[in-house]
DNA sequence: TACACATTGGAGCAAACGCTCAAATTCGTG
DNA sequence: CACGAATTTGAGCGTTTGCTCCAATGTGTA
C-alpha cells in the first residue's frame, strides 16, 4: 500500500492534519473525523494508509522529535548556555512544542505503555543528559563524570519544571529563570 | 436533593470510589461505570447527587487541593527546608499526588477552563510562592521583596520539573535533588 | 400511621467514537 | 490502450459513552 505518488501525498496531507490539530485542540479532543476533515479524505483513505488513528499518532509524535535531534555536528563544541537555550526553544517553539506536551501528557496519564515512543523518548532524554554532562566537564575542569551527570540531570529537570510553568502561565519570564537556574546549579567560579 | 442521611453517605461513597479509580486507572480511563461499579450504586443514584461525571471529578480535586492547603499555624516560621519537603511530598503522597497530576494533565490538555478549578489552583500556587518568599526574606536578610519573589518562584518552578522528572522515571532520586535545588538557589552565605 | 419527598437501580436512549467494506475511480506500466 | 494495483469515498456497523427515566423503595416528620 502507498505506493504511489498520490497515496504519498495524501499520508502527508494527513499527518500535517494530525500535527496541526494535535497542536491546536490537544490529544483528547482529538477524533478521526477532525483529522480526516482538516486533510480532506475520507475515513477509508486514512485507513488505507494507517493502521489505526494510533499509528498516526505516533508517527507525528516520532518525526516531531526526529527533527529536535541533537545535531552531530555541533557535538563536543557547544557551551551551557547553547544547550540551555536549545531546550527552551524546544518547548518554546510551536514546531516542536508539540512533541514535547504529548509526551507530557502521555507519561502524566500513565499511557506511556507504547514501546516504540517510550523508548524513543528514554534515549532522547539520556542523550540530552549526557550532552549536558559533557558540557558540564568541559566547562568546569575539578568536576567527576559521576558529579557532572547529577548536575546534568538536575539542571534538566529544573529547566523542564521552568517550562512547565510557562506552559500553565506565559507570563513566567521563562528565559531568565533558564539562565539563571544554569548559574546557579553551575558549580561555584572557584572549583 | 441529597438531604437524607443515606444520600449523603452515598455522595461520599461515589467521591471515594471516584478519587481511587482516578488515582489507579488516570484520568482517560475513568467512565462512569467504574465509579457507579466501585461505589455500588446505580447510574440514577449518582445522577441523583451529580450533575455529571465531570462535576464528580471537579468537586475530588477541590477536596484534595483544600485537603493540602497551607497550615496556618505554621505561617511565619517554616525554613526552606521544610516548605521544599513538604512540596515533594505533595507530588510523592499518594493521597495528594492525584491533584497534582491531574492539574498538570488539564494544564497540558490545555483543559483548564473550567473557572472553578483554574481559579483555585491559581491562587494556592500564589499562597506558596508568597510562602516560599517569606521564607527567603527571613533566612536571607540583604534580600528585597521582589528579588525573594523570584528565587521563591524560580525554585517552585524547578522543584516541579523534578518531580515531574520522577513521576516519569521512579528511579530518579528526587528527594536529593531537591535539597540540591533549594541549596542551589539560595543565595550565597556571604549576602 | 400517614404523608411528602428523597433515594435507588438498571434498562435503555441518543450521540460519538474508531473502524470496515465494497464499489467506483485513478494511477503507473508494458 | 489495457490491465492490475493502488486509492478513494462515505454509508454504516458495532461498541462505548454519559446520561435519562420511572417504578419501587426508603426516610424523616407530624
Same mark, same amino acid.
Given at each position: 500500500?502507498?505506493?504511489? %505518488?498520490?497515496?504519498?501525498?495524501?499520508?502527508? %496531507?494527513?499527518?500535517?492534519?494530525?500535527?496541526?490539530?494535535?497542536? @491546536?485542540?490537544?490529544?483528547?479532543?482529538?477524533?478521526?473525523?477532525?483529522?480526516?476533515?482538516?486533510?480532506?479524505?475520507?475515513?477509508?483513505? &486514512?485507513?488505507?494508509?494507517?493502521?489505526?488513528? @494510533?499509528?498516526?499518532?505516533? @508517527?507525528?509524535?516520532?518525526?516531531?522529535?526526529?527533527?529536535?535531534? *541533537?545535531? *552531530?555536528?555541533?557535538?563536543?563544541?557547544? +557551551?551551557?548556555?547553547? =544547550?540551555?537555550?536549545? &531546550? #527552551?526553544?524546544?518547548?518554546?517553539? *510551536?514546531?516542536?512544542?508539540?512533541?514535547? +506536551?504529548?509526551?507530557?501528557? =502521555? !507519561?502524566? $496519564?500513565?499511557?506511556?505503555?507504547?514501546?516504540?515512543? $517510550?523508548? %524513543? #523518548?528514554?534515549?532522547?532524554?539520556? /542523550?540530552?543528559? /549526557?550532552?549536558?554532562? /559533557?558540557? &558540564?566537564?568541559?566547562?568546569?575542569? $575539578?568536576?567527576?563524570?559521576?558529579?557532572?551527570?547529577?548536575?546534568?540531570?538536575?539542571? =534538566? !529537570? $529544573?529547566?523542564?519544571?521552568?517550562?512547565?510553568?510557562?506552559?500553565?502561565?506565559?507570563? &513566567?519570564?521563562?528565559?531568565?529563570?533558564?539562565?539563571?537556574?544554569?548559574?546557579?546549579?553551575? *558549580?561555584?567560579?572557584?572549583?
Amino acid at each position: 500500500m502507498a505506493r504511489y %505518488r498520490v497515496g504519498l501525498e495524501t499520508r502527508r %496531507r494527513i499527518l500535517d492534519a494530525t500535527r496541526e490539530a494535535l497542536a @491546536e485542540d490537544g490529544l483528547n479532543d482529538l477524533t478521526l473525523k477532525t483529522i480526516t476533515d482538516r486533510a480532506d479524505v475520507g475515513a477509508g483513505s &486514512f485507513y488505507n494508509l494507517f493502521d489505526s488513528k @494510533e499509528a498516526a499518532i505516533l @508517527e507525528v509524535v516520532r518525526e516531531a522529535i526526529e527533527g529536535v535531534d *541533537p545535531d *552531530p555536528a555541533g557535538l563536543g563544541k557547544e +557551551r551551557l548556555e547553547d =544547550l540551555t537555550e536549545a &531546550f #527552551v526553544s524546544f518547548f518554546v517553539d *510551536p514546531r516542536t512544542a508539540l512533541a514535547a +506536551r504529548i509526551y507530557l501528557q =502521555l !507519561a502524566l $496519564a500513565g499511557a506511556l505503555s507504547d514501546e516504540g515512543v $517510550a523508548t %524513543r #523518548v528514554d534515549r532522547h532524554h539520556r /542523550a540530552r543528559v /549526557a550532552r549536558f554532562a /559533557a558540557a &558540564f566537564l568541559r566547562e568546569h575542569d $575539578a568536576l567527576e563524570a559521576e558529579q557532572a551527570r547529577r548536575l546534568a540531570e538536575r539542571l =534538566l !529537570a $529544573a529547566l523542564m519544571g521552568a517550562c512547565l510553568t510557562w506552559v500553565v502561565d506565559p507570563e &513566567f519570564p521563562l528565559q531568565a529563570h533558564a539562565m539563571a537556574l544554569l548559574a546557579a546549579i553551575r *558549580p561555584a567560579e572557584g572549583a
